[in-house]
């Protein structure tokens, strides 16, 4: 818990994104695993936040994307924001900043 | 592939054009002769040793030549398999190519995947073994589609057009008498037990699919079959991100080309149109694939 709270995440670079006309969803090449994952808008949407030249924390992120997304942020979206963070994180999409 | 091409078989070996790739095979068992002389009649060969996949099934030796004979694979030099049964030659051979060009076709975004075609538009039924894939394959060249591949799609990252690898079609279980039933007509290699203990047979491939072998075909659609006992006959749309996630999960070696085969096989996702099909009724469900090739032939 101690980590989420104080880690800073930074986007992975040379990440593949693609989207079709049919869905909001992402899908995403990391070329460094060799995998492929299927990412929905607000997951997309939490990882652009990743891609700032100063890192936000956790706690930083789930505030910015709520405020974007207009919504409260419930203990549910914050529970379902840590989630995706460790997702994005074990997918290797994001990594703690150094 | 006649008796007299295939004189040197045993010595030199020949080479086999089996689509995009050259095959040099040599082998001293008869029953990998009579397998290329049944199935592989309508294909070019010749005495050239250069090749893309150098294929011997070598017999044993010592008393195994005359005690359950073995058929031992030794491929571009190497031997990746354990021998098998001398009787199980023929379809050996095929098994190996299938090993070759998974392993090493990375000209070509490879997916396991059968391909037909009709009207210049094709067909890519994508799925595990066992939901219907070679049967559908089948029975839609029994009428009249193209054989592209009833194994492998093989995309050109550099056009997205299907390249097309005829060869003999891989029958299994129930459906060997559904296709024999359908095409009488049609020429059958010999019939065996593999080592999954599943009876199978290879159908010669059509001669007309053999001849357009250099002759690629655009990607229309991408049905994910599933053969359901008593189903009546669905098809549901599938999305875009969906078929990419599916037809990557059944590449082999899109991970391999990296960023180019991830877009290989997205670019395919974004021009096709995906469908879950699930049937029963082959009879039922060949029209409505027809009809889903033909729906995109009409303008807009």
Redesign the interface.
């Known amino acids: 818990l101690q980590r989420e709270i104080d880690v800073r995440w930074s986007a992975t670079r040379g990440l593949v994104w693609t989207q079709f006309d049919d869905s909001d969803d992402w899908v995403v090449f990391n070329p460094f695993s060799g995998d492929i994952h299927l990412v929905s808008a607000s997951a997309y949407a939490l990882w652009q936040l990743t891609t700032s030249p100063h890192p936000p924390s956790s706690d930083e992120l789930i505030e910015t994307l709520a405020a974007e997304t207009r919504q409260a942020a419930s203990s549910d979206f914050v529970a379902s924001a840590h989630q995706t963070l460790a997702f994005m994180d074990g997918a290797g999409l994001i990594a703690p900043a150094a | 592939v006649t008796p007299s091409s295939l004189a040197s078989l045993a010595t030199s070996g020949v080479q086999v054009t089996i689509g995009p790739f050259l095959v040099h095979v040599r082998s001293e068992l008869p029953p990998v002769r009579q397998y290329l002389e049944t199935l592989y009649a309508d294909f070019p060969v010749g005495t050239d040793t250069a090749a893309h996949f150098d294929i011997r099934v070598a017999g044993s030796r010592g008393m195994r030549r005359w005690i359950r004979p073995q058929a031992n694979l030794i491929v571009n030099g190497e031997q990746p398999f354990l021998p098998l049964p001398a009787e199980l030659g023929g379809a050996l051979f095929e098994w190996t190519l299938n090993f070759c060009v998974s392993r090493d076709a990375h000209r070509f975004v490879a997916m396991h995947a059968a391909v037909v075609e009709r009207e210049g538009r094709a067909l890519i039924i994508s799925g595990e073994s066992g939901a219907g894939k070679s049967t559908l394959c089948a029975a839609l060249v029994l009428a009249g589609w193209r054989l592209l591949s009833d194994e492998f799609a093989l995309v050109d990252p550099d056009t997205g057009m299907l390249s097309p690898l005829p060869r003999p079609v891989s029958l299994k279980n129930a459906s060997i008498d559904i296709i024999r039933r359908r095409g009488p007509q049609m020429v059958f290699g010999p019939e065996g037990i593999d080592i999954e203990n599943a009876r199978f047979v290879h159908m010669k491939p059509p001669l007309s699919s053999v001849r357009r072998a250099s002759e690629p075909a655009t990607p229309a659609v991408v049905i994910f079959p599933k053969w359901s006992a008593g189903s009546p006959t669905s098809l549901a749309r599938t999305?875009?991100?969906?078929v990419?996630?599916r037809l990557?999960d059944q590449s082999f070696n899109y991970?391999y080309l990296?960023?180019r085969g991830?877009?290989t096989i997205?670019d395919l996702?974004?021009r096709v149109e995906g469908y879950e099909l699930e049937y029963s009724d082959l009879d039922d469900a060949l029209p409505r694939l027809a009809g889903l090739c033909d729906s995109r032939a009409r303008p807009a």
């Open positions: 999305s875009r991100a969906q990419l996630l990557a991970n990296g960023v991830f877009e997205a996702a974004r």
